[in-house]
């Protein structure tokens, strides 16, 4: 009946069974009609976007705004010209991609793809300056090839295809290096990271359409990995808790403990420290003390810290804890075993993600303490 996307499920069901708020005549016959409802969950809000339409395009729901009150949904096409380019419409035949509820929503997704794969809008092109047209077919129109290139990325990140573009990019920055043209390689990088950024696990709406419960099983995969690595072998994990510090020269130290329940990202359950040591060890010792005093807390099925061999010589309980190094990803355990798992070994991916949020985390409250000492 109805297709839609929601950042918190619970509130937004929540907010059409609610006495006080009153709905239009539409949504309260489309209330009325609900029996059972299904959810997808996805990575990020763009591949929400991308799935939210195809799930639209393959189910026309009666529901859906863009099927109602002649209201034209919104379609993303590429102009068949020398230099193509995005455009917006209502036409549907030879859509890239739609439909979109809104005329807002595709410049949403086509905004947040430019930086990934610049293209050209207008003349003079003022987003050259910017870096959001390049190569610039005004200035430079001997490099048609390059910018059909990054048109036909955009129609493969519009299309929900993110691997392929993401390995494109990395190829591409390798040949750039190869060839000590350290200039352009460090843009198709900045490219990269936008892309990275934007979807931390790229995935197409088509795997989600075929298996809608893959974020439930990455998750799982992630858990299972760790399970095969042999210090961690036959452990449950469903508390995983990191440890990270942050100072700068001693001053304002700060900790942060992060957390991943069975697999996810539980931000609930992150904690921040204000430390009184001013080393590396010590300050590890005094967080890992403070959190092992407290019995409110859970305890954790595995204990991660930032570091190596050092941050693991404080280690005094039973519960399993390893070290992971920023360098080369590399697992040190209390054993003195060092463990190298490939880069896309899901366990691994789920301790870099921890440690990633870890260190943005207490980075946070070590800025704070250094504002108020400056003021």
Known sequence: MYVGKAKNLKNRVKSYFQSDIRLSPKTAQLVSRIHTIEYIEVNSEIEALLLES????????HYNIASKDDKSPFYIHITIEKFPKPIINHEPKKAISGPFLSRFTARQILKSFRRITPY??????????????????????????EYRKNISRLKKLLSGYFKPVLNEL???????????????????????????????????????????????????????????????K?????????????????????????????????????????????????????????????????????????????????????????????????IYTTTNQQIKLPKDHPGLKLLMQLRDEAHRFSRRLHHKHRRIIIK
């Not at 195809?54 to 729901?61: G, S």
């Not at 809008?121 to 090839?145: A, D, R």
């Not at 290096?177 to 790229?202: C, G, M, T, V």
């Open 234 to 330: 036959g452990d449950p994990f469903h508390r995983i808790e990191m440890f990270d510090n942050a100072h700068l020269s001693g001053t304002s130290p700060t900790s942060a403990m992060t957390v991943a329940m069975d697999g996810e990202l539980d931000s609930k359950h992150y904690r921040h420290f204000t430390l009184h040591t001013s080393n590396d060890v010590d300050m590890m010792s005094e967080v890992l003390l403070r959190r092992l005093k407290r019995k409110d807390w859970p305890l954790p099925d595995l204990i991660v810290l930032d570091g190596g061999k050092p941050q693991l010589s404080i280690v005094n309980w039973s519960i399993p804890t390893i070290a992971l190094a920023k360098k080369d990803e590399i």
């Open 170 to 232: 990395k190829s591409t920055m390798a040949v750039f290096s190869k060839s000590h043209d350290f200039e352009n390689a460090a843009l198709i990088r900045d490219q990269i990271k936008n892309l990275e950024y934007l979807l931390s696990k790229p995935v197409s709406a088509d795997e989600y359409i075929v298996n809608p419960n893959l974020v439930e099983d990455q998750r799982q995969a992630a858990i299972n990995s760790l399970k095969g690595v042999p210090f961690l």
């Open 54 to 61: 195809k799930l639209i395009k393959k189910f026309q729901p």
């Open 120 to 145: 050209h809008t207008e003349t003079p092109c003022f987003y050259s300056h910017l870096g959001l047209c390049n190569p610039c077919p005004i200035q430079y129109p001997e490099k048609i090839g």
